[in-house]
Nanobody, 123 residues
Framework: QVQLVESGGGLVQAGGSLRLSCAAS????????MGWFRQAPGKEREFVAA????????SYADSVKGRLTISRDNDKNTVYLQMNSLKPEDTAVYYC????????????????WGPGTQVTVSS
């Protein structure tokens, strides 16, 4: 099993930037495809971004494409989400997730989840 812990969330003004980090421990990090999901109040958890095991392939939700960038450092067992040009609609709890499979968008395909970190974007 792998444990995931997110950090870097906070309050930011619209148009600002944040960098989320997700530290993994317990298993070999390179084994997992990694993803970021988010959940706003009253909404379903939605896919944000995913990255392949080597970091060579990424996938993004249309709503964040061009503004958010996922990356990983396998030497540090960490995945990142660089968030630029933030909008109020980006406000949500952001979750880091790990998958032993190859599906980057379906939450059910992810086996492990972090506790989440709050991102609030003011208008």
């Amino acid at each position: 099993q792998v444990q995931l812990v997110e950090s870097g969330g906070g309050l930011v003004q619209a148009g600002g930037s944040l960098r989320l980090s997700c530290a993994a421990s317990g298993r070999t990090f390179i084994m997992y495809r990694m993803g970021w999901f988010r959940q706003a109040p009253g909404k379903e958890r939605e896919f944000v971004a995913a990255i392949s095991r080597s970091g060579g392939s990424t996938s993004y939700a249309d709503s964040v494409k061009g503004r958010l960038t996922i990356s990983r450092d396998n030497d540090k067992n960490t995945v990142y989400l660089q968030m630029n040009s933030l909008k109020p609609e980006d406000t949500a709890v952001y979750y880091c997730a790990a998958s032993t499979g190859n599906s980057g968008r379906a939450a059910r395909a992810y086996d492990y989840w972090g506790p989440g970190t709050q991102v609030t974007v003011s208008s």
